[in-house]
């Protein structure tokens, strides 16, 4: 059963200082934050990390996840990787809140060189704040998780 208010937090190197802001913010706002991610600037691996975050959100110990790399794009690759994750990298509240609404997403990546901190967290809670609308996005929702067979 996944809990409702938890959220699985990730990121590697390069994304440390943004991710504990987002931590502290979605905090505030009533979540359980669970980070994973690394403490110390030294080089990780960010599908390692992409993989950690999204095993948590597949496995229903956290209701969605939030991931950070770079670019947002590697460790979004990577979690998209495990059965049951639909990941979108966003740059923009109205894809934030898009790929909620249409695509049930349950993982949320971003770019830490790409956003700054305030659109970053701006976007989190477009994320956060948006619900899936069921319909005739569910089909397409079915249609993808098909594809992982």
Same mark, same amino acid.
């Given at each position: 059963?996944?809990?409702?208010?938890?959220?699985?937090?990730?990121?590697?190197?390069?994304?440390?200082?943004?991710?504990?802001?987002?931590?502290?913010?979605?905090?505030?706002?009533?979540?359980?934050?669970?980070?994973?991610?690394?403490?110390?600037?030294?080089?990780?691996?960010?599908? #390692?990390?992409?993989?950690?975050?999204?095993?948590?959100?597949?496995?229903? @110990?956290?209701? +969605? =996840?939030?991931?950070?790399? /770079?670019?947002?794009?590697?460790?979004?690759?990577?979690?998209?990787?495990?059965?049951?994750?639909?990941?979108?990298?966003?740059?923009?509240?109205?894809?934030?809140?898009?790929?909620?609404?249409?695509?049930?997403?349950?993982?949320?990546?971003?770019? #830490?060189?790409?956003?700054?901190?305030?659109?970053?967290?701006?976007?989190? @809670?477009?994320? +956060? =704040?948006?619900?899936?609308? /069921?319909?005739?996005?569910?089909?397409?929702?079915?249609?993808?998780?098909?594809?992982?067979?």
């Amino acid at each position: 059963m996944t809990s409702t208010n938890r959220i699985a937090l990730s990121s590697d190197h390069a994304a440390i200082a943004l991710r504990q802001t987002i931590a502290d913010h979605i905090a505030a706002r009533g979540w359980e934050v669970v980070d994973i991610g690394p403490t110390s600037p030294e080089s990780t691996h960010y599908p #390692a990390h992409g993989e950690a975050a999204a095993q948590l959100v597949a496995s229903g @110990d956290c209701r +969605l =996840g939030i991931i950070l790399c /770079g670019t947002g794009q590697g460790i979004m690759m990577a979690a998209n990787k495990v059965k049951g994750i639909r990941c979108g990298v966003c740059s923009d509240t109205f894809s934030a809140a898009m790929i909620r609404q249409h695509n049930d997403a349950n993982m949320l990546s971003l770019g #830490a060189r790409v956003v700054g901190e305030g659109l970053a967290l701006e976007i989190v @809670d477009a994320f +956060l =704040g948006a619900e899936f609308e /069921g319909g005739r996005h569910a089909t397409r929702v079915d249609m993808i998780s098909a594809i992982e067979g």
